[in-house]
């Protein structure tokens, strides 16, 4: 019995000792909540894992609730900090202060109520509560969604943030996403325009969610659209307030090439429309601005040929081939062959090629269409003039003699969008085709004539028709018969045709014809 008593006393006088050493140090040394068996208020182990936010928590608009990890900072004579969850009946216990209710308050209020608690019993010591993790909570999604119900979310998280596509249906609105919250003061609705964050980047209402927050995704119920020079043309969902300067903003806003004056085109009643004209740039400086209705549609004009850029090529023996811009000052072909660096010294000056579209030559024209498919003998004498000045017309490249260009002159060509020049390397030859033994190419010699290159290149074939051989210059393109052809230049092209089979037959036919008829007569004349 004595030594249970013994012990009793020993035991007394630690618990004693222990009080005393604990008033002492005036720190709460022994803060420890017993709860499920575990110390809610414990020293912190090590930092907790944080949910993935977008920014961080505004003390003012976060409310704290159950399953929050606070953290209690004190600084002083000792420096401690303890982690204390905020409990399922809403409040945060404290040993040796007692329970503090802090769920519903802002993260703001419950640190007011906390500091003043703890700071009743301890002096002397500088205290704060901060929030270390939030908690997890129950959100609700229901009307054009795929996934209605209940959904776990962060209590730091927005509300879009959770609002991915997968979760809408394809009539589901972005913009007029209503948030139903209860309160103290009775059922509050938040609007959330989804799409406006996207496009835009503004924010004009994304809150924190809350517990028992209705997240309603209602059906579209009217659009707005936009053409023409804008950067994303197309239709858009309408919502309250939405007006021209909203519009341009969803759109992308004008594109650079975009004239300053538009129209907006609205509907009167289900047939009828009107429209007003507008300044751009009196929208975006909120100068101007009309609400919008649904079925309006704005037009943003483009400027004609913005910042188009003609040019013109040169190619072959240049010092610089390539393309150039006409510029003021810059339209002769002069022009360009300086800009080029001038000739190398194996171009062939006296054949310049211009290679030019005619924007009328592809054009249909139903008397030329006729023509081409006739014969010759089928037209008329004027009909096949007309022919061949529409083909000479059409034609889309001819030459120039260098040597008698003057710029500034009338022969100093004035250059078209899209026109090339091209400088050949030149060719001392003669080109031989047609019915000649030996087609092909043939070496120049200054003063030689078309029958001279004929021979050279075999003499004429057997079917040759040798009254009709032709020479194409290689300067002007032009094609002319041999005999009224003096010396050849280099580049000309010597064509002998073929005697066509129907001119024998012909002559033979004539030749019976005439014979039958003089047969008639001397036997007429014997009778």
């Not at 894992?49 to 976060?62: F, G, Q, R």
């Not at 600084?75 to 503090?100: C, H, I, K, N, Q």
């Not at 006729?370 to 490249?397: F, H, I, K």
């Amino acid at each position: 019995m004595r030594s249970t008593r013994r012990a009793l006393g020993i035991l007394a006088l630690c618990l004693c000792a222990a009080v005393r050493a604990h008033a002492q140090s005036g720190i709460l040394d022994q803060l420890g909540a017993v709860g499920a068996g575990r110390n809610v208020l414990a020293p912190n182990p090590g930092p907790p894992a944080l949910a993935a936010m977008s920014a961080p928590i505004d003390p003012a608009e976060y409310v704290v609730g159950p399953g929050d990890l606070l953290q209690i900072n004190l600084a002083g004579g000792v420096t401690r900090s303890w982690d204390a969850m905020v409990l399922p009946e809403g409040t945060l216990y404290v040993p040796s202060v007692g329970s503090v209710t802090v769920t519903g308050m802002t993260l703001i209020d419950a640190r007011r109520a906390v500091l003043q608690r703890i700071s009743t019993e301890y002096r002397g010591v500088s205290i704060d509560l901060r929030l270390l993790r939030p908690r997890n909570l129950l959100v609700y999604l229901s009307g054009e969604t795929s996934r209605p119900g209940a959904l776990e979310v962060s209590a730091a998280s927005r509300a879009s943030e959770i609002l991915v596509e997968a979760l809408f249906t394809p009539s589901a609105s972005r913009r007029n996403i209503e948030i139903r919250r209860r309160t103290p003061q009775g059922e509050t609705s938040l609007r959330v325009d989804l799409m406006r964050l996207r496009l835009t980047g503004r924010i004009t209402s994304d809150p924190l969610l809350r517990e028992g927050d209705v997240l309603y995704l209602p059906r579209v119920a009217g659009d707005v659209a936009v053409d023409g020079a804008v950067g994303r043309a197309g239709r858009y969902e309408l919502t309250p307030g939405d007006s021209l300067h909203t519009l341009l903003a969803l759109a992308g806003g004008p594109l650079p090439e975009s004239t300053d004056q538009a129209v907006l085109v609205r509907f009167l009643d289900a047939t009828h429309t009107d429209s007003l004209s507008f300044s751009v740039s009196d929208v975006l400086a909120h100068r101007f601005d009309v609400a919008l209705r649904a079925g309006d549609r704005a037009f943003l004009y483009f400027q004609p040929r913005y910042h188009f850029l003609e040019q013109v090529g040169i190619s072959g023996e240049v010092l610089r081939p390539g393309s150039y811009p006409l510029l003021p000052g810059f339209s002769r072909l002069s022009d360009l062959v300086r800009a080029s660096g001038g000739f190398l010294p194996t171009a062939d000056l006296g054949a310049l090629r211009v290679i030019r579209t005619d924007p009328q030559a592809s054009g249909g024209n139903a008397e030329f269409d006729r023509l081409s498919q006739l014969g010759r003998n089928d037209m008329t004498a004027s009909e096949y003039e007309a022919m061949r000045a529409r083909v000479t017309a059409s034609r889309g490249e001819f030459r120039l003699d260098w040597a008698r260009v003057k710029p500034g002159g009338d022969l100093d060509l004035t250059l078209r969008p899209g026109d090339m020049i091209r400088v050949d390397a030149v060719g001392a030859s003669v080109r031989v085709e047609g019915e000649v033994r030996q087609p092909g190419i043939v070496r120049y010699e200054a003063g030689r004539h078309a029958i001279d290159y004929v021979r050279l290149a075999g003499g004429f074939s057997d079917r040759a028709q040798r009254g009709k051989v032709r020479v194409k210059r290689a300067v002007t393109g032009q094609t002319i018969l041999a005999k009224d052809v003096g010396a050849l230049q280099p580049g000309d092209l010597v064509w002998v045709p073929e005697r066509p089979e129907s001119a024998v037959w012909q002559n033979t036919q004539s030749l019976l014809l005439v014979v039958a008829q003089v047969a008639t007569f001397i036997v007429a004349v014997r009778r």
